[in-house]
């Protein structure tokens, strides 16, 4: 094996390691909401004005399943429409109350996380964080190319 598909390996590894762990506790005190369900609620709070095609971009999700988690949020209470005064053709989304107690629940969640794993990253320094911050980077760039050739639309940051 070489060092690319160790790399994937490893990353993919990682990922699915955090993914196990942090979902037991995510899953205990997020009771009612899936992990897409979150994330989309997590999206809205981050980003002002959200509306189907910025949620399908941010969340690399089609328009038909964002169009779904929206009928089942609103349904739920967690977010609500709304439009603007100088646009009545586009339709936003914004948090409820609810969706505003999910997102921060969310958050802390996340912040418990960093704190249990912030003895790996203390040993880390500058010229490291710096070279992975980059590969990611040319890394994604790279996907979101090859996405594009795919003739979907992306966000492309």
Known sequence: MNKEEQLIIDFRE???KMTWLNKLKMEDSLKGYKPSEVHYIECI?????????????????????????TKKLIKKGSIESYQKSNNKKEIYFRLT?????????????????QERDKVVFEQITEEQFDSM???????SRHLDAEIRKLGI???SE
């Open 14 to 16: 990682l990922f699915d």
């Open 97 to 113: 109350k609810e969706g505003q107690r999910i997102y921060k629940l969310h958050e802390k969640l996340h912040k418990k996380f």
């Open 133 to 139: 911050l980059s590969f990611i980077e040319k890394y």
């Open 45 to 69: 709070g981050r980003n002002v004005d959200s509306n189907v095609t910025k949620l399908a971009e941010s969340l690399y999700m089609t328009r038909g399943a964002i169009s779904k988690i």
């Open 153 to 155: 639309d992306i966000k």
